[in-house]
């Protein structure tokens, strides 16, 4: 079952153009951030991996066993420019983890394969 989308389609693209082009307010970056985690977890549902960007959302992806107490085994976690960078493709994954700004803990938290993501690419 797909993730329930919260963010308009069409807002979070804007939201993410506008972050791209250096202007983007507060309120539009967490909306880039809130769409593009909806985006990822449209692309790779399930429940193995939690992906999160404080302060700006959360949500959990990846096809695998599903998570529901405690810590989960799998998460991922970084910075808001970071995500947009790497949901966008400004950023690397490989890069990111090298110099700390992505946490990654678990067998199934490397999202280099999903990123960056179709809806969010910078052309």
Do not use: C, I, K
């Not at 950023?91 to 067998?107: C, H, N, T």
Request: aromatic letters at 4%; proline letters at 7%; hydrophobic letters at 40%.
């Amino acid at each position: 079952m797909p993730a329930r989308r919260r963010t308009d389609p069409a807002a979070g693209r804007a939201a993410v153009g506008a972050w791209l082009r250096g202007e983007a307010a507060r309120a539009e970056t967490t909306t880039a951030v809130r769409f593009t985690l909806e985006e990822l977890a449209d692309v790779a549902p399930g429940n193995t991996v939690e992906v999160r960007v404080p302060p700006a959302g959360a949500v959990q992806a990846v096809q695998g066993p599903r998570h529901t107490r405690g810590t989960p085994p799998n998460v991922v976690e970084t910075d808001v420019g970071t995500w947009l960078g790497l949901a966008t493709g400004r950023v690397q994954w490989a890069d990111a983890v090298a110099d700390g700004r992505v946490r990654a803990s678990g067998e199934r938290s490397d999202l280099s394969a999903l990123l960056p993501l179709q809806a969010a690419r910078e052309r």
